[in-house]
């Protein structure tokens, strides 16, 4: 738009042009505007990532929002009246620990699930340091963590893991203009206007239309996996029919690179530091993984050396828990059945 518009002021200036042209120019010009305006206006009014308005329930959209801003969102709409103390921080596997399950390990305590899909450190270390500057008491905290997560150290400006603006700080002209920017995008667009328009959901709109509903509870954040009611209606034959999704292991797995380095180290010590002035409660998993790699252990043991080793349990690499088939969605979810099985080991008292 910037471009159209130093193009317009510069044939507008421009001595060759004469009254009459000026005035079909402008005309052309405003026909091929009016699609784009049109276009613009239909996103404004839609909100398709539900980032310009707020809500109170964001269940069941036709296509993916943004994890990290949801959860961020529904914890600022209701501080105030909830007063959380408890905070679930991690990626997508945060879903195999309910908040309604994890309350009842805890002396007390008012959860929320502050999960962020594909979740970096930078997003972790933003939201503590947030909660901790806007005076929020932090009672108790489960962080999980793996090494994708410890690899991450920036602010992601993907549409769909870029950080609400009130922890990145980011101006909401910026903010937005991600958003605007994936909507324009033909890959988004055309099967978005074509599911809009018809209802249907095609073949060739898989990964932008959504073909599953959300059970999501707005208070707590906490998601049912729709794939724990297909486990409870066909039970073994659904390993069975998801066994591609469950790649062959290698007999040996090897362990993953190291990746704790000094940005790493800062950001993991800052959390340390906000936890120790708390008096927070805090236990910090590295989630087992389908694959088996084991995290790199040097990285581990900076873990256990910043946090204490009693705060770290490592339940990657090879063990019962990653053996078994039946505690894993596919090659990156586990379930809740898994997840309390932690929680056990973890919170013995």
Known sequence: M?????????????????????????????????????????????????????YKI???????????YISWQSFLNNRDSLKYDSFLLGNSCTMAYPTTVWKSFLNNGTPIRLNANSESLYGIWKKIKR?????????????????????????NKSHSLILHPDLSGMGQAEFQKEFVTAFFNPKFLIPYID???????????????LNKSDNRNNLTNDIINPREIEIEQQAENYWIKHKKEFPI???????????????????????????????????????????????????????KMIFGKNRIHDFSGKNQYTQNKEYFYEKSHYRPLLGKIILEKIYPN
């Open 195 to 209: 599911y809009t328009i018809f209802k249907k959901n095609r073949k060739y709109m898989k990964g932008i239309v």
């Open 58 to 68: 964001y269940n069941n959209q036709p296509v993916e929002l943004n994890q990290g």
């Open 131 to 155: 909660l901790d500057e806007s005076a929020v008491s932090l009672k108790n905290v489960l962080l999980l963590l793996d090494h994708g997560t410890l690899l991450k150290v920036i602010n």
């Open 2 to 54: 910037v471009i159209l518009g130093q193009l317009i002021s510069s044939i507008c200036n421009s001595k060759i042009m004469t009254n009459k042209n000026l005035i079909t120019f402008i005309k052309k010009i405003g026909i091929f505007s009016l699609p784009i305006l049109a276009l613009l206006i239909w996103y404004v009014n839609s909100d398709p990532f539900k980032v310009i308005n707020t």
């Open 249 to 303: 292991r290698a007999n040996k797995p090897k362990a993953y690179a190291e990746v704790v380095f000094n940005k790493q180290m800062k950001m993991l010590s800052e959390i340390s530091d906000i936890f120790k002035k708390h008096h927070t409660n805090y236990q910090i998993i590295i989630n087992p993984q389908w694959c088996q790699k084991k995290i790199n252990l040097n990285d581990l043991n900076q873990l």
